[in-house]
């Protein structure tokens, strides 16, 4: 027993945590370039150059490993799923399926319009919605390496059980007339839903394609890492614990609001918050200030809202955002409260 | 023949479309490329996910930015 329990250790700080890599780093700063181990400036280069690293390859091979296996997760395989649950268990077996189906946020509204015309509850899709940005393959692997697998975990857990409630509340609330009128037109004017031809891939082809969203994916990505981890080395180095603590550490109970707030309007992407997120905890940021501003910057991103706008009026978008965010905010409460058990 | 290309606008409906243009251009084809960006005429097409490419007016495939070469192959088949 104990023997797994090492060989997945090894695993993980190989692998995930790339200790190795830091060694290598470090041994590069000092005997080469002769820096000296105790200066603010070794810590933030060592930080920069490991993590530019680390996320690099880690991005590369979890996303091309997550998209292989997302290829056979289409929408369109989703809804045919999804129209067969009722209740609850479509909002739930609607989360679990927004987390393994790949979409970029360009494709919320014909998904959004795809669903409601299939006759399912629009709880259901916002459970899709929601699950959707917030919990992914990728990004939840490079939270275990950055953190551990427990709070990788607990971060999926809370964030399907957002998804979840929010997708039912939505439900409860009889908020469909508050979808704009031109869906549910949509809906009752069409006839029996021609099934559109599904192009059935390869193996070949799902290689191909794991490896254009990898392409994709990096190119879209690649700058904000690099300020991610700028930012995260600039805290990491030379920011010191009690400036960060004052404002942000988890001795100030407005460190979530104030976390959750700056990171509602954010657009960028996950893997530029992660390395910041480490940079901060380690400077003893609570975990649920940091998940909290991890979670905002994610879920509730500009350009979904303003897609979404278009395809729900007001009082439902505003219902949607303020669920998400209550969410959120517990989450970080409960994360920082908890944090003991976790790190 | 009329090929829709349906997307609200992002860059993988720009990268489909140009390759759309570029599988017409391979197979000779006697054929014009729309760019649909409005969301009601988009939306009457039944797909799940853009880009989608639409070919006299029924749905060939949606949700994937697919090669010229992918794309002159479907072309080709369908007639």
Redesign the interface.
């Known amino acids: 027993m104990q023997f797994i329990k090492d060989f997945f250790s090894l695993l993980n700080d190989v692998l995930l945590k790339m200790t190795w890599l830091q060694n290598l780093v470090d041994m590069l700063l000092t005997k080469v370039f002769g820096i000296n181990e105790d200066t603010y400036l070794f810590g933030s280069l060592s930080f920069f150059i490991y993590d530019v690293i680390k996320i690099f390859i880690l991005l590369s091979v979890l996303i091309y490993m997550a998209s292989y296996i997302q290829s056979y997760f289409t929408p369109e395989k989703t809804k045919r799923v999804l129209t067969k649950f009722k209740g609850i268990k479509g909002n739930i077996i609607g989360a679990l399926l927004g987390t393994v189906t790949p979409f970029c946020s360009c494709s919320s509204i014909p998904i959004f319009i795809g669903f409601t015309k299939a006759g399912l509850p629009i709880g259901v899709t916002f459970s899709f919605l929601i699950s959707s940005p917030l919990v992914d393959l990728a990004s939840v692997i490079l939270l275990a390496s950055i953190f551990n697998w427990t709070v990788a975990l607990a971060y999926v857990l809370v964030g399907l059980v957002i998804a979840v409630i929010g997708g039912t509340l939505i439900d409860k609330l009889k908020m469909e007339r508050h979808v704009e009128s031109f869906v549910i037109e949509a809906k009752h004017s069409s006839g029996p839903i021609e099934e559109v031809i599904e192009v059935k891939q390869t193996k070949k082809e799902r290689h191909l394609y794991a490896f254009e969203q990898v392409k994709e994916i990096f190119s879209r990505v690649w700058i904000y890492v690099l300020i991610g981890v700028g930012i995260g080395a600039i805290i990491h180095g030379y920011i010191p614990e009690d400036f960060i603590q004052k404002i942000l550490g988890d001795k100030n109970p407005f460190s979530v609001v104030i976390a959750t707030i700056v990171g509602i309007p954010m657009y960028a992407d996950i893997f530029g918050t992660l390395p910041i997120a480490e940079a901060l905890v380690y400077k003893g940021v609570g975990i649920g200030t940091v998940l909290a501003f991890m979670m905002a910057v994610t879920a509730l991103s500009l350009p979904s809202i303003i897609l979404l706008k278009k395809v729900v009026k007001p009082r439902l978008l505003l219902t949607f955002v303020g669920i998400v965010t209550i969410g959120i905010l517990i989450t970080g409460f409960l994360f920082n409260a908890f944090s003991g058990l976790l790190i | 023949m009329i090929i829709k290309i349906l ?4 860059s ?2 720009a990268k489909l479309a140009s390759h759309a243009q570029d599988a017409v251009d391979m197979l000779n084809l006697e054929a014009t490329i729309k760019k649909v960006t409005d ?2 005429e ?3 097409y ?5 880009p989608a490419m639409v070919v006299d007016e029924k ?1 060939l ?5 697919l090669s010229a070469e992918k794309i002159a192959e ?1 072309l080709k088949n369908r007639s």
Do not use: D, K
């Open positions: 997307g609200s606008g992002c993988n409906c969301m009601q988009i939306m009457a039944n797909i799940l996910r853009t749905v495939f949606s949700g994937q930015v479907l």
